[in-house]
């Protein structure tokens, strides 16, 4: 293992893991009224009502499939008695369709953002421009690996090098050499997912640890009209205290 395998595959995740850890703490310490979304959908929502949905179903679809295919070893999947061919055709056509997806959302959501209206565009700040770049690298990056190498290209089998390198990094044991011959977009794709993580606590990204999971399950709130007619508008209280004091 020579030095720039070690900064690179070493010394680079733990640093953007121990930044993100460090910087959600610091964020919510020191800017919770910052722990939001920063939405400017009162100002434009006929893009962002497209952009929108398309943007984030593109990312969860994306996230899960990288989880499957980073934290679920190949052994679980051949224990389990699905074929390889299936599991390729699933990853790769599942990952371009959720790829395609994301794209156009986040081309939907950076044109309402810089080319609708001004009101919009004062309300982004230089932390969401950079998030965008952060954003659009990763996704050029990814679907570069999904369909370039894999749909277009000869294929590579992540699960068997990049897959258990991921995974060694959270056990305390990463293999430098199993990334050292991956292709060049995907040591790219990996480095700047690490790099994305450390940038996450200081975006809007963190409404995700804030997202109101509980309208999920809670009841409905029923709105009802109240009969009859009109309630009579009251005088103000120093107009009732006025009427009160005798004349002088």
Not at 52 to 81: D, R, Y
């Amino acid at each position: 293992m020579n030095a720039l395998d070690a900064a690179l595959w070493i010394v680079v995740p733990y640093a953007c893991l121990a930044v993100f850890a460090v910087g959600h703490a610091w964020r919510w310490r020191h800017d919770q009224f910052g722990w939001t979304t920063h939405t400017s959908q009162l100002l434009e929502s006929r893009i962002l009502r497209l952009g929108s949905p398309l943007f984030h179903l593109g990312a969860f679809g994306v996230i899960a499939g990288h989880a499957m295919g980073l934290l679920i070893p190949a052994s679980v999947t051949e224990a389990l008695h699905v074929p390889g061919h299936a599991y390729h055709l699933v990853a790769v056509w599942g990952g371009t369709v959720t790829g395609v997806a994301m794209v156009v959302g986040l081309l939907l959501l950076i044109a309402r953002r810089f080319v609708v209206g001004g009101r919009v565009r004062r309300t982004t700040t230089a932390v969401d421009r950079v998030l965008y770049l952060a954003l659009a690298a990763m996704v050029v990056l990814g679907m570069s690996a999904t369909v370039g190498e894999n749909l277009i290209g000869p294929g590579y089998d992540y699960r068997e090098t990049i897959a258990v390198w991921f995974r060694g990094v959270f056990l305390l044991s990463p293999d430098t050499s199993l990334m050292a011959g991956a292709p060049l977009v995907y040591q790219a794709h990996a480095l700047g997912g690490f790099l994305f993580l450390a940038l996450w606590p200081f975006t809007r990204l963190v409404h995700v640890w804030s997202a109101p999971m509980a309208y999920l399950w809670r009841p409905y709130v029923v709105y009802r009209r109240r009969p009859g007619a009109a309630p009579v508008p009251q005088p103000r209280p120093d107009v009732v205290r006025d009427r009160a004091l005798p004349p002088r």
